[in-house]
C-alpha cells in the first residue's frame, strides 16, 4: 500500500486550502497555493515535450519553486533527478547524461556544458506556474504503480562517479512515512530545513512534512544559526533538522544563548551522521524538553534507524548507539559468506535492512545491484552488532584490512604490486594473523608473468610502502577468479585461503 | 578606502581565495547556491583576517553574503 504526495497535496489543498506549506523568508505558498502552482508547472512541462518516464532533472534551490518543479515532475509521471544547487556545470552535465534526462530545469550557467543540455530556466518556470493558462488543459493525474521510478537522487559513495539511487513511488512512500514515525512529527509542526534539498535527509524530510499537512520553511545553509533564530521568530517552528557537523557551528555562534534559542523547538533531528557520544550527553542536558533524535539513513534506505537521545543519555552502553529501527524496517546482520549472523560486540556483521523503503537499485548499475540486494535485503558496506533491539555501528567495511589498528587498502597494496617486473595481476586480501597478534594480515594472491623469489617481491614492496600494508603472506595462484562482470572475487580468495590453511 | 574600493579589494580576495566562484554572477550567490556553507565559514575567515575584524552572530545572514555588495557593507560597518 502506498500513496502519492500529488495525490495526497490534491487533498490537502482541498481540506486545509489556507495552511502554509511551504515557506522561504517572504514566499510563502499555502496547500491551495502550492496544488495551483503544481498543476500550472505540470502543464508547462507537458508542453515542452516531457512525457510519462522521462527524466527531469532540477536544481534543488531552497526555495518554494524547488517543491512546485519536484511535484509537477512528478505529475506528469516523469522522475526527479535532484541537482545540488551549488553543482559545478560539469557534475550537473555528468548526471544529466547519465540519467538520459530530457530537460534541466535551471539558472545555473552551464558553460561549455550547456550544448550537451536541453535547459530550461528555472526562474521562468516557476513564474509560469503564477497565471492560469489562457489556453490549453491541466493534464490529468494518472496514479502511478508503486513500483514505477519516483525520484533519482545521486551520491557520491566513497570510490568513484556517482551513482543516482533509484526510488519508487512506494519507497519514497515508506521512507516519509519512517521519518514521520522516528522522528514524531505532528500535523502541527512547522519544521525548519536549512540542509541542501538534492540531498536524501532533507527530502525525506520534506515529503514527511508535506505528506501530512505540516509546514515546511526553507533555509539557506546552515551556518547562518542567527537565520535560525530569525526563522524561529517569524515562523514560530517547531521542528529542526541537522547534521552533527552544523550542531558544532550552531553552537558555537549561539555560544551561551545555544539553549535559550533550541529549546524552541519541539524536536531536533540530526542525521547524516552520528553525534558523538559528547554531544548526545550535551544537548540532552541543555535541552531537557526537545525531543532529540539522530538518525542513521541513506540514500539508499532514507532514514532507517533511530536513537532516542533523551531516552539512552543514561545509559553509558545504549548511549553509543545509532537507535533502534522503525516499525517497518527490519535490520539483520551478515558474516562475510552472506550468511545470517546473530551478532555481538565480539562478532560483528554486516549490516543489512528491509522494508519497502529501499531503492530499486543504481540507475544503470547492474553489476553493483546484484551485490547490493541479496534474497529481498538491502546489503550496506556498514559492520554493526546489535544488542537488545538497539544497533551498534562500527564502520565501513568494504575492502579495509585492519592490521593490529592500522587499515589497509587492498586496492593501494595491488597497484604498487603490480608494478613489480615480474608480476602480471594480483590482488589482496585480509585473512586472520595466524599468530593472533595483529587481527588480520594482508595476502596477497600473485599471478607471475615470470617465476619470481618471495623475496625480490618483498624487496620491491618494503621500498614502497610503510611495514603493516607489507602482505604477510603471498599465494601464487594461476588466475584470479572473477565474477560475470570481471570484478576479481576477493571472497573467492578469502576461500581459497581457508582452503588452504585446512580452515 | 572608498565604497568602490572596497568592493574591488573584496572580491580580488576571494577570487584568488576562492577561484570556482564567480562573485559577480549574481546578487543572491547564497540563494543561487553558488556559495556552500564551507566557502561561507572561508569567507568568514577570510575576511576576519584581511580586515581585522571580527564578525559576529548577528551578521552571520544571507543578505550579508549574497553579494561583493553586500559583504563591503558588513566589512565597513564592523570597521567602524
Given at each position: 500500500m502506498f500513496d502519492t504526495l500529488n495525490a495526497r497535496i490534491g487533498q490537502l489543498a482541498e481540506q486545509r486550502p489556507h495552511k502554509l506549506a511551504i515557506a522561504f523568508k517572504s514566499e510563502r505558498l499555502t496547500y491551495a497555493e502550492l496544488r495551483q502552482r503544481v498543476l500550472r508547472g505540470a502543464r508547462i512541462l507537458t508542453d515542452l515535450g516531457v512525457k510519462r518516464g522521462d527524466r527531469v532533472m532540477f536544481s534543488a534551490v531552497s526555495k518554494p519553486e524547488m517543491a512546485v518543479t519536484y511535484l509537477a515532475i512528478q505529475y506528469v509521471g516523469a522522475a526527479a533527478v535532484f541537482a545540488d544547487k551549488a553543482g559545478t556545470p560539469e557534475n550537473l552535465a555528468f548526471i544529466y547524461e547519465d540519467t538520459g534526462a530530457v530537460l534541466l530545469i535551471t539558472?545555473?550557467?552551464?558553460?561549455?556544458?550547456a550544448d550537451g543540455c536541453n535547459t530550461y530556466s528555472l526562474k521562468t518556470f516557476y513564474e509560469g506556474t503564477q497565471e492560469d493558462p489562457t489556453d490549453g488543459q491541466i493534464p490529468e493525474y494518472l496514479f502511478p504503480e508503486g513500483t514505477d521510478l519516483a525520484d533519482m537522487i545521486y551520491t557520491s559513495g566513497t570510490t568513484g562517479r556517482p551513482k543516482g539511487v533509484m526510488l519508487s513511488y512506494r519507497a519514497v512512500f515508506n521512507i516519509l512515512m519512517n521519518t514521520w514515525e522516528g522522528v514524531g512529527m505532528r500535523e502541527d509542526d512547522r519544521v525548519l530545513i536549512p540542509l541542501p534539498l538534492h540531498h536524501s535527509f532533507a527530502l525525506r524530510e520534506m515529503r514527511a512534512a508535506l505528506y501530512h499537512g505540516a509546514t515546511v520553511i526553507l533555509q539557506n545553509g546552515f551556518t547562518f544559526a542567527k537565520e535560525i533564530e530569525n526563522n524561529i521568530a517569524e515562523f514560530g517552528c517547531t521542528g529542526i533538522i541537522l547534521v552533527p557537523a552544523t550542531v558544532g557551528t550552531v553552537e558555537k555562534q549561539m555560544q551561551e544563548r545555544f539553549p535559550e534559542i533550541m529549546r524552541n523547538f519541539r524536536y531536533i533531528e540530526v542525521g547524516a551522521g552520528s553525534l558523538s557520544i559528547a554531544q548526545k550527553l550535551r544537548l540532552s542536558r541543555e535541552l531537557p524538553d526537545t525531543r532529540i533524535v539522530n538518525t542513521w539513513g541513506s540514500s539508499?534506505?532514507?532514514?532507517?534507524i533511530f536513537l532516542d537521545v533523551h531516552r539512552v543519555a543514561g545509559d553509558p552502553d545504549k548511549i553509543s548507539s545509532i537507535g533502534v529501527p522503525v516499525t517497518n524496517v527490519e535490520v539483520k546482520t551478515l558474516d562475510s559468506e552472506g550468511r545470517d549472523l546473530v551478532s555481538s560486540r565480539e562478532v560483528p556483521g554486516r549490516m543489512a535492512l528491509k522494508g519497502?523503503?529501499?531503492?530499486?537499485?543504481?540507475?544503470?548499475r547492474s553489476e553493483l545491484n546484484e551485490e547490493t540486494f541479496r534474497d529481498g535485503w538491502l546489503l550496506t558496506s556498514d559492520m554493526v552488532y546489535i544488542e537488545d533491539g538497539y544497533v551498534f555501528m562500527l564502520g565501513r567495511?568494504?575492502?579495509?584490512i585492519n592490521v593490529g589498528g592500522e587499515k589497509v587498502s587492498p586496492v593501494e597494496v595491488e597497484n604498487i604490486a603490480s608494478q613489480f617486473e615480474d608480476m602480471d595481476e594480483c590482488a589482496c586480501v585480509g585473512v586472520p594473523d595466524k599468530e593472533g597478534i595483529l587481527g588480520s594480515v594482508p595476502v596477497l594472491f600473485v599471478v607471475e608473468k615470470r617465476s619470481f623469489e618471495d623475496k625480490d617481491l618483498t624487496r620491491f614492496l618494503s621500498g614502497r610502502m610503510e611495514k603493516y600494508k607489507l602482505p604477510a603472506h603471498y599465494v601464487r595462484i594461476q588466475e584470479l577468479p572473477r565474477n560475470a562482470m570481471k570484478k576479481v572475487n576477493r571472497r573467492a580468495l578469502r576461500e581459497i585461503w581457508d582452503l588452504q590453511e585446512g580452515l | 578606502m572608498n565604497r568602490t574600493e572596497l568592493e574591488q579589494k573584496i572580491l580580488e580576495l576571494l577570487t584568488e581565495e576562492f577561484p570556482e566562484v564567480d562573485f559577480q554572477s549574481s546578487d543572491s550567490l547564497v540563494d543561487d547556491g553558488l556559495l556552500d556553507s564551507l566557502t561561507i565559514t572561508g569567507i568568514i575567515a577570510a575576511l576576519s583576517m584581511e580586515f581585522g575584524i571580527a564578525i559576529p552572530y548577528e551578521e552571520i545572514i544571507e543578505e550579508n553574503f549574497n553579494s561583493i555588495s553586500g559583504l563591503a557593507g558588513l566589512v565597513e560597518k564592523l570597521q567602524n
Open positions: 539558472d545555473k550557467n552551464m558553460k561549455e556544458f539508499e534506505t532514507g532514514g532507517a519497502g523503503m529501499e531503492m530499486s537499485g543504481y540507475w544503470h567495511i568494504d575492502d579495509i | -
